[in-house]
């Protein structure tokens, strides 16, 4: 077996033992991300079951829903603001507009 041989004989054990690694690495990162993945649905599920109840920032009291079907939302009891969705205050501001001109 010539020197030449032997070089190519050892690239090709390097090569195998590089590929057995990488193969390990690509194993233990999808475990990780598995993991990660789990952990976060177990988060998310426990916020799930356990939502934030909003607060006026005034008098720290439960909002409760709006009586005014029209309009919806959460409002404080004692009437210092309310939550609405996003729709909502666009359509009313819309109509504030509109009924400004
Ligand atoms: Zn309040």
């Given at each position: 077996?010539?020197?030449g041989?032997?070089?190519?004989?050892g690239?090709k054990?390097?090569?195998?033992?590089?590929?057995?690694?990488?193969?390990?690495?690509?194993?233990?990162?999808?475990?990780?991300?598995?993991k990660?993945?789990?952990?976060?649905?177990?988060?998310?599920?426990?916020?799930?079951?356990q939502?934030q109840?909003?607060?006026?920032?005034?008098?720290?009291?439960e909002?409760?829903p709006?009586?005014?079907?029209?309009?919806?939302?959460?409002?404080?009891?004692?009437?210092?603001?309310?939550?609405?969705?996003?729709?909502?205050?666009?359509?009313?501001?819309?109509?504030?507009?509109?009924t400004?001109?």
């Amino acid at each position: 077996m010539s020197n030449g041989e032997k070089d190519k004989l050892g690239e090709k054990l390097h090569d195998v033992e590089a590929a057995r690694e990488n193969e390990w690495a690509r194993k233990r990162d999808q475990e990780l991300l598995e993991k990660m993945r789990h952990a976060k649905h177990d988060d998310e599920a426990a916020r799930g079951h356990q939502p934030q109840p909003a607060i006026c920032p005034e008098c720290k009291q439960e909002l409760v829903p709006n009586s005014d079907q029209r309009v919806g939302g959460m409002i404080c009891p004692q009437r210092h603001g309310g939550w609405f969705g996003w729709d909502t205050v666009a359509k009313i501001m819309g109509d504030f507009a509109h009924t400004k001109k």
